[in-house]
């Protein structure tokens, strides 16, 4: 067989393009699970603002992302829609994940208001937010498949002083952030039994006792109601000196048995959809390519005003774009 005949080209071609996925592809594990979430109409409202403008769209039967649907294993609600959405977007989010076998995922806060303190915090609500979000899903006939509380230990113990609007965080101990977060957690068992229930929390390293707190947490609530929390979800502060911390967490996590996930997002600061998104997946990429961190679970989520659109999924500046680059990476080493 000739050197230069078509068959011998093909073949190196097919090799050159598997040595490059090698060089390039993150070594996740198969059991990786990737979740997404954005910012839906009620947040945006709140906000002020009117993008992404397409939210809904993702829902619908024809929408323009079936590659990186079908490699999802969660998409994340917020609060605001599952309390303030109208009946008719909640039941086109449920059909919608029904019909891709998407599971629901929401980010919910566990911990109380009080006159003390916790007023207009993250991770805080009144006492009724969370049966009536439970009740509110079960309702139209959905069911929450995965519960994030909402960064207890940042803003719960961690956080000092006052926030934006002047109130008090609360600096309580851990262990009071688990008998807080505990009932919390039985309204929701008893509503959603087979309910997989974990934590988003901060790693920054601005805040050096972090992973001791978060393990903290963790290893109490498991002693206190019995349940070993599914998996936590790092929210990385990207501009503080986060590796050594994250990698620790990582270590501690894995020894426990516990779900190691990230958090991807772009810069406040990037100058377009395109530039923001490339930057969640730089970080990605440097997060799949450290032994030491190995993550479980691949989040992609924003709250910031990028991207301006979820679609389509071939967009380089549509978010869906970079939960389509993770599904293939990870495609191409099963």
Same mark, same amino acid.
């Given at each position: 067989m !000739?050197?230069?005949s078509p068959?011998?080209? #093909?073949?190196?071609?097919t090799?050159?393009?598997?040595l ?10 198969a &059991?990786?699970?990737? =979740? #997404? *979430? ?8 709140d906000?002020h603002k009117d993008?992404?403008a ?5 829902f619908?039967?024809?929408?323009? =992302?079936?590659t990186a649907?079908s490699?999802?294993?969660? $998409?994340?609600?917020?609060?605001q829609?599952?309390? @303030?959405?109208t009946?008719?977007q ?6 919608g /994940?029904?019909?891709?076998h998407?599971a629901l995922a929401i ?6 208001? &009080?006159?003390?303190? *916790?007023k207009?915090?993250e991770?805080?609500?009144s ?12 309702s139209?006939? +959905? %069911? ?5 509380m909402d960064e207890?230990?940042?803003?719960g ?7 934006a609007?002047g109130f008090?965080y ?5 262990a009071?952030?688990?008998?807080q977060?505990?009932p919390?957690?039985?309204?929701l068992?008893n509503y $959603?039994?087979?309910?997989k229930?974990?934590e ?5 390293? @601005? ?8 393990i903290? $947490?963790i290893?109490l609530?498991?002693?206190?109601? *019995?349940l070993?929390?599914a ?5 990385v502060? =990207?501009d503080s000196?986060?590796q050594p911390?994250? !990698?620790?967490?990582?270590? %501690?996590?894995?020894?426990? +048995?516990v @779900?190691?996930?990230?958090? #991807?997002d772009g810069?406040?600061?990037? &100058?377009?959809d395109?530039?923001?998104v490339?930057e969640? /997946?730089? @970080?990605?990429r440097s997060?799949?390519g450290n ?9 992609f989520q924003? =709250?910031s005003p990028r991207?301006?659109?979820m679609l389509?999924?071939t967009?380089p +500046?549509?978010w869906s774009y970079?939960v %389509?680059?993770a599904?293939?990476?990870g495609?191409?080493?099963k």
């Open positions: !000739e050197a230069n068959v011998v080209n #093909f073949s190196l071609r090799i050159i393009l598997a490059m996925l090698a060089l390039v592809v993150p070594a996740w594990a &059991s990786t699970a990737i =979740w #997404f *979430g954005g910012e839906d109409p009620v947040v945006q409202k906000k993008n992404p397409d939210y809904m769209d993702i619908k039967p024809d929408a323009p =992302w079936s649907a490699g999802l294993t969660a $998409f994340k609600i917020s609060t829609l599952a309390l @303030r959405g009946d008719e909640l039941q086109t989010v449920l059909v /994940l029904k019909s891709r998407i980010e919910l806060g566990v911990l109380v208001t &009080s006159d003390r303190c *916790g207009g915090t991770g805080y609500g006492p009724r937010t969370v049966e009536a979000v439970a009740k509110r899903i079960k139209l006939g +959905g %069911r929450l498949d995965y519960i994030a207890p230990v940042t803003w113990h961690e956080k000092t002083g006052s926030n609007k008090s609360c600096q309580d101990e851990v009071d952030l688990v008998d977060a505990a919390k957690i039985a309204i068992q $959603f039994p087979d309910v229930i974990g988003v929390d901060a790693v920054n390293g @601005r805040y050096p006792h972090l992973a001791n707190d978060i903290e $947490f290893d609530l498991h002693k206190k109601t *019995g070993k929390p998996f936590v979800h790092a929210d502060a =990207w000196n986060w911390m994250l !990698e620790n967490l990582a270590l %501690r996590l894995h020894n426990r +048995g @779900r190691l996930g990230v958090i #991807f810069d406040l600061k990037a &100058s377009s395109e530039e923001w490339s969640a /997946l730089e @970080r990605y997060i799949t032994p030491n961190i190995n993550p479980d679970d691949l989040v924003t =709250w991207p301006t659109h389509p999924e967009d +500046g549509a970079a %389509r680059y599904v293939i990476a495609s191409s080493l």
